[in-house]
């Protein structure tokens, strides 16, 4: 008996599943991306939390990094340090050697450049019990010669470069760029290349990697750094590198990104919620008349449920079980992204993530399903299949009376008067569609704050092209030119800037330049040296947006960037002091500029708050000149101009933005999209409900001679007003988010904003912005659109 | 007479090896007419009527009305060739309840693209001569069985088709309100409306249509001029 009563409900819930095809598949696609962007958005957020902890783990990363004297201590002896109380895992010894990499100047220069010395160490693959190196492109080296950089080495050379070490014969071909959690090294070869690139006379290092059981701290691995050198004979160990460091460092360079990725992921993870209510109660409400008609035969109200938490919950279980592959898969890139943009090697999505995920949405389908159910079971079966006919009487006549008196074509009018006989069921809808037109309206936002951002700490747009000095004193910008032996010396510095300055102004596309000069010196209340660059003559237009106060005007005034003011607790108006020499410089802050360089503790000031000092022990010149170009005028062809000019295009460089913001922009292009689509799945959930519920309402509509184009406009209609109502407060939400996350990503940043980067939007882009919300509405009602305008009239009266 | 309606050879099959809903059928139906379709259920009374309304097609032959081969027009095609030349009337009224009464006449003329006022005043005039305009304000829900059915005749009649199909008309009604309904099916015919009536009610079919034709198991079993028609 029992068995024949659940063979009743399991074919009562296979008939609905095969009677509510679309129903079925609109089900299983909806929980498949939902539980898809859930699983990318709390995957996102989890990761930004901590993404280089996440990264460490997953890449094995050592607690240590030591570089060690290998003719102070055997390999055997270093073997055995693997072996030392609260040692839990060790790796090496790997040879090791710190080169002085010569780069090719640009076409014509003729010349080298000596790029800052890198250390590179010997190893015969990229994986291992520790450091597990992320190959990001190419190969391993496979024969000497050969050489892969670390995307961190700062060379930024391509594939296929070629790179000699300064006073070693032979070149390393750049076969591929990998990324270690540890930075342990600048570049890998194969180890037997390690002794030919070795200086003569300088003492061979290799290094090792370690794991501590107690690393959780900067003092622990301190104790666990002295173990190790005591282990050793005296003076093995060089240096170590703890993880902590670059924690710290990678830390607060993602800082600024975090807050923008966790709203990302907290939006996609309501919507999907939303979604996965709306669709799931929905095909259950929609039910009601089969519900009634199956009391009437005998289902108790148990059975009922269990009908349709069956009927909702197979295809909710494939959509899960679908969904979190597609969460992984579409992860996989994204994650690769953000594993860039937070510098770690790589991000995975945990595998706690996919479990709460899967196991949440189908809790979440279930509920969903079972509440509607609940409640149907019960209603008595006539009172089920009243409610499951069309909505209750009342609802919407007023609607219908003032849409009807709009001169609109009729079947538009009746489409958008819908929406009001289920309030419930347009709220759902409504909010659905708001959340995906908030997130388009702040992405746009982010999207241009960020353009702005990338150019100001570039200034590629105020300043492309800088033009340097072959030297100058103080000046950390000028390049050490290593030309061919026979080249001559460079040229005085005061005859290097008339020609400089001649070049420029015979240049038809210069607009303006200004010379700077970069030097590190003391100011009072803060450690070591900070940067101060000094312009002769007004620099207002380099790039150095104002949040505050104004440009300095003369000597004796200076504008600094927010964590200068932040660290010194200074403000506007207050008097700092520039040791320069031996003189003790007052110096006026008169404005607040955005400038990340040297995390935002720098001053810019006019070149005679120094000069003027009286006493100059070091003679005070420019080591670059800054250039503003005519609009339409291409940098690359400008430079290769001057640099003709100049004789040489050395000391010639453009200024360009960080990928790492192309990067970000991508990130913030795909997430927007997948909330864009969920957000539209709910939107054709609804219309597919509105469908199947108002059919014979459809088949009146097409007797009395509605087109299917009419029928197309008149469904879509059905939510096109929601979308527009979602559009229009979507809009100053949007704003709303940008102008609170923006604030939040910059103090994470130790910054300000100028107000130019908040104020991103015009009255053109909000314009279009608002049409976000119907451009997902009709999205979403296009295709049960066309299905409702396809149905065979004849069986859609007979439909009730 | 002219001919308004001709079937040639029409067959409608709802699914492969099943007997036919409707077999072969010939059929001419002359403008004016008014001809009652019977036959017990199942014999494709009602298939007759949706290939004749376009709202179906015959799997083999050709359907004429008012000289359109309508089974060789598209869908968009079908439905404007239905708003203006068929009016259908239905057994269990088919009006759209969230409209009111008079939104409801208008319905095929706003579709059609009619003037506004061309329309209201056309819409006016159907409510008055079918004694319901004191509705017009009403939804269909608060009114008799015998109410809905006249504003489905306005409805039907508001874009002046020259074929009125009724399918059950008096189905759902008493005997009395049938009979009212009967009697301004009658009055619209003797004006001159052509008029196709489906019903499986002799007696309506005697007093309301001037020929009847009889389908059993899809196929024309009869063909008769009732003789007895007031």
Known sequence: MRRWRAGAVARAARGGLARRRVQTLVIGLVVLISTGASVLALGLVVDSSSPFDSAFAAQHGAHLVATVNSGRATAAQLRATGRLPGVTASSGPFPEVTITPMLKGPPGSGGEFAAPPITLVGRAAPGGPLDDLTLEQGRWPQRPGEIVLSRDSGLGLPLGSRITARGRPGSLTVVGIASSIDQSADGWVLPSEIAALRAPGTPATAQMLYRFSSAGSAAALNADAAVLARALPPGAVLATQSYLAVKLQQDSGIAPIVPFVVAFGVIGLVLSVLIVVNVVGGAVAAGYRRIGVLKSIGFTPGQVVATYAGQVMLPALLGCVAGVVLGNVLAVPLLAKTATVYRVGTLLVPGWVDAAVAAGMCCLAGLAAVAPAVRAGRLSAAQAIATGRAPAQGRGYAAHRLLGRLRLPRPVTIGLAAPFARPARTAVTLAAILLGAITVTFAAGLAASLNHVAYGI?????????????????????????????????????????????????????????????????????????????????????????????????????????????????????????????????????????????????????????????????????????????????????????????????????NGNDPFFLTLLGLIGVLTLLLAVVAGLGVLNTVVLHTRERVHDLGIFKAVGMTPRQTIAMVVCWVAGTGLVAGAVAVPAGVALHRYVLPVMAHAAATNLPASYLEVYGPVELALLALAGLVIAVAGAMLPASWAAGTRTASALRAE | MDTLIRLDDVTKRYDNGGRPALDGVRLEIAAGEAVAVMGPSGSGKSTLLNLVAGLDRPTRGTVTVAGQRIDDLGETGVARFRRQQIGMIFQFFNLLDDLTVADNVLLPAQLAGVPRATARARADELLAALRIAQHASAYPARLSGGERQRVAIARALVNRPALLLADEPTGALDTETGEQIGDVLLDLNRSGQTLLLVTHNPDLAARYAARTVQLVDGKIASDVVNGARR
Do not use: C, M
């Open chain 1, 458 to 654: 570039s200034h590629a747009r105020s300043e492309p092209v800088q033009v340097y000095l072959e030297s100058g004193s103080g000046s950390g910008g000028a390049i050490k030119h290593i030309g061919p032996s026979t080249a001559p010396p460079p040229p005085p510095p005061a005859a290097q800037e008339r020609a400089i300055e001649a070049a420029l102004r015979a240049q038809p596309g210069t607009l303006r330049y200004v010379a700077e000069a970069d030097l590190d010196l003391n100011v009072a209340g803060l450690p070591g040296q900070v940067p101060v660059t000094a312009f002769w003559g007004n620099a207002s237009w380099t790039g150095y947006e104002l949040i505050s106060g104004r440009w300095f005007t003369g000597p004796g005034q200076a504008d600094v960037p927010t964590n200068f003011l932040t660290v010194t607790g200074k403000a506007i108006g207050d008097t700092i002091t520039v040791t320069f020499g031996d003189k003790q410089i007052p110096v006026r802050i008169v404005g607040e500029v955005f400038d990340t360089n040297n995390r935002g503790i720098d001053v810019l000031t006019d070149q005679q708050t120094l000069a003027a000092a009286g006493n100059r022990p070091i003679h005070l010149i420019p080591g670059l000149y800054d250039v503003q170009l005519r609009p339409g005028i291409s940098p690359t062809a400008y430079a290769a101009g001057l640099g003709t000019a100049l004789g040489s295009g050395d000391q010639i460089s453009l």
